[in-house]
């Protein structure tokens, strides 16, 4: 079993930064994808940022220039960097990870708890 525990949300005003992070704990072999999703009230999750294990990053058009994804294969952790944060940021941030373990190896997707963001007007 795999936990992913995420930290670091909370109330900013717009225009401000936070950073949340995620650490995996568990059972693991590797770590082939970490990254955030994030879900808004009445909305549908949407994908933030992912990073692969070798640093290659995808992002949603709308936190390009503005959100920085990275993370510490040592750790098993992954951080979302955001700045010049907007109100319709807002939202459930949910930490996720493609995980190989067990025997024999299997890839296996678990996602965090989720930490709420809020940005004020």
């Known amino acids: 079993q795999v936990q992913l525990m995420e930290s670091g949300g909370g109330l900013v005003q717009a225009g401000g930064s936070l950073r949340v992070s995620c650490a995996a704990s568990?059972?693991?072999?590797?770590?082939?994808?970490m990254g955030w999703y994030r879900q808004a009230p009445g909305k549908q999750r949407e994908l933030v940022a992912v990073?692969?294990?070798?640093?290659?990053?995808n992002s949603a058009d709308s936190v390009k220039d503005r959100f920085t994804i990275s993370r510490d294969n040592a750790k098993n952790t992954v951080y979302l960097q955001m700045s010049s944060l907007k109100p319709e940021d807002t939202a459930v941030y949910y930490c996720?990870?493609?995980?190989?373990?067990?025997?024999?190896?299997?890839?296996?997707?678990?996602w965090g708890q989720g930490t709420q963001v809020t940005v004020s007007s």
């Open positions: 996720y990870a493609e995980v190989v373990s067990g025997r024999p190896l299997s890839h296996y997707d678990y």
């Open positions: 568990g059972n693991i072999y590797r770590i082939n994808v």
């Open positions: 990073i692969g294990s070798g640093g290659s990053t």
